[in-house]
RNA sequence: GGCGCGGUAGCCAAGUGGUAAGGCAAAGGUCUGCAAAACCUUUAUUCGUCGGUUCGAUCCCGACCCGCGCCUCCA
């Protein structure tokens, strides 16, 4: 099945191949760092990470810019208020969100943007938006008036005609011409940080810092442009009509948007006391596979309901992918080949790969390595499955993981090294043939006590850290 | 009010105009010294409600109910 996404500019699901070579040019928002990004945020990196992984799959190379948001009004205030520069406060900010990134194993973006490094080419599109009269300056700042973009509203499918009608107000008067128009600059209050440039002094608006950058290292037209849902309007509006005003041609081809994320079926919020950031999960001691796990199992385009209960499911799954893992690198089988395991195998990788390419389907994704799970378990169990089969069943986890990436344990504080447990598994294998179960099943359990799980297979025993 | 998304078993969730994937949980069984792992069986005559189109609808159309998002900062 071709690559295919459903674009929100047109609402219909299409065929996705980069425009000119075979790298895709792709833009996604990324944390405006004044907290710790939470796990909604991170439904949305991890929706970028698969669709990295999955273009990827395709055969296409990557290019790919990720802005991180580090002047505002939240991070001005409370940069403020403990006495720091904007660039001491987010620095924290932007290490946690890098190391809780890397926490959930999601790639880096070719190029990440700071806007704080792109003041000058951002004052720089504002004085061109200026000169094709798409500006107008009101109190020391400057708005991008929206009258001058006809399409507007193009990609939220709204229609502003009627509210538009306040263009008509006198631009002196009023701090904004129109309701819908939006700070491109904006002007310093007293005491706030500012930068100075030929446009006057201040700070950018929030949605400048993408049209510029994006342009800036992607070129005028983009293949793929990502957000979360939230961001279709106003955001992604506003940069359509900033980029367009500026170019003449189309932003981007695909715009794709990741739902929202409901916590034990509400929406997050501080007040609810469900606002859970991506350390507040793990503190709870939740390996953060299982996290990933669950962000990445359920559809981008649905709405996902993180709870506990789902937590815990998705620990267990994980498991049971590992343990199938381990199964086929430790027992011994038959020699020769099943050719029917073989055809198993192909169908099922196949099927996987469909539903990626089927506007990221994972839930149909993982069905597919799951019930290829079960099928091979199965004829292990029968002694159907042999030797030969192996390479092909790793392979299949290869690509699996290579996408989802939750097979590999984190590093475990286990105390123990491999050569003590090895040590000890064969004290455990002398009292079992002496027929001592006792003894045995003491080792096991000590054993147990640091993490280590024991199983008798045909094939001798299997050990694993939990 | 406008725009958008969704309502499928205890929970999560896929899906197609022809009769319901997958995961978790639960119960029973096989295997095992005991476990673990694995496998087998059972668990939605039914897909928010009511109409309509059709030989046939969970899937198409209409109305309604409910949940969520955006419309102000927001993944």
């Known amino acids: 099945m071709p690559l295919r996404f459903y674009n929100t500019l047109t609402q219909q699901v299409q065929e996705f191949a980069p425009a000119h070579d075979n790298t895709v040019r792709m833009y996604t928002c990324g944390p405006t760092v004044y907290d710790f990004a939470h796990i909604g945020n991170f439904r949305t ?13 395709n055969g296409f190379g ?45 790639e880096r973006p070719e190029r990440l943007t700071p806007a704080t490094q792109h003041i000058d080419d951002m004052a720089a599109a504002i004085a061109r938006l200026g000169e094709g009269s798409h500006t107008y300056n009101s109190e020391g700042s400057i708005y991008f008036r929206i009258a001058t973009f006809p399409q507007y509203g193009k990609l939220s499918h709204n229609d502003f005609g009627g509210i538009l009608a306040g263009a008509r107000v ?15 600059w904006k002007a310093p209050k007293p005491g706030e940080h500012f930068w100075e440039e030929p446009i006057g002094p201040g700070r950018p608006g929030w949605h400048i810092e993408c049209s510029v950058m994006a342009i800036k290292y992607l070129g005028e037209t983009l293949d793929i442009h990502a957000g979360g849902v939230d961001l279709i309007f106003p955001h992604h509006e506003n940069e359509i009509a900033q980029s367009e005003s500026l170019t003449g041609k189309p932003f981007s081809r695909f715009w794709l948007h990741a739902e929202f994320l409901m916590v034990e079926g509400q929406k997050m919020s501080k007040s609810l006391g469900n606002y859970l950031t991506l350390r507040d999960v793990l503190a709870r001691g939740y390996e953060p596979e299982a996290i990933r796990y669950l962000l990445e199992s359920v559809p981008y385009r649905k709405t996902l309901n993180f709870t506990f209960d789902g937590l815990k499911s998705a620990v267990t799954s994980i498991e049971r992918l590992r343990n199938f893992k381990l199964r086929l690198e430790t027992d011994r089988y038959p020699e020769g080949v099943q050719e029917r395991m073989t055809a198993r195998t192909a169908a099922a990788s196949q099927a996987f790969t469909d539903g990626l390419n089927d506007d990221l389907n994972t839930a149909e994704a993982l069905a597919a390595v799951f019930e290829y799970v079960r099928d091979a378990n199965s004829a292990m169990d029968t002694g159907e499955f042999r030797a030969g089969d192996v390479a092909g069943a790793l392979e299949l986890l290869k690509r699996f993981d290579s996408i989802f990436d939750v097979l590999q344990p984190g590093a475990k ?54």
């Open 45 to 57: 990196f991890t929706f970028v990470d698969i669709l990295r992984k999955t273009l990827r799959a």
């Open 62 to 106: 990557l290019n790919h810019v990720m802005n991180i948001t580090d002047v505002d009004d939240k991070i001005i205030r409370n940069a403020a208020a403990q006495g720091k520069t904007i660039e001491d406060y987010t620095a924290t900010y932007i290490q946690a969100f890098l190391d809780d990134c890397a926490t959930l194993r999601l």
């Open 170 to 184: 006198d631009v002196d008067e009023y701090e904004k011409a129109d309701a819908r128009d939006f700070a491109l």
């Open 413 to 466: 504080g286990g105390q123990l090294q491999d050569a003590e447990v090895e040590r000890l598994i064969a004290e455990r294998t002398a009292a079992k043939k002496a027929r001592n179960f006792a003894a045995a099943d003491r080792i096991r359990e000590q054993l147990l006590e640091q993490g280590i799980v024991l199983e008798d297979t045909k094939s001798g025993v299997r050990w694993k850290r939990k």
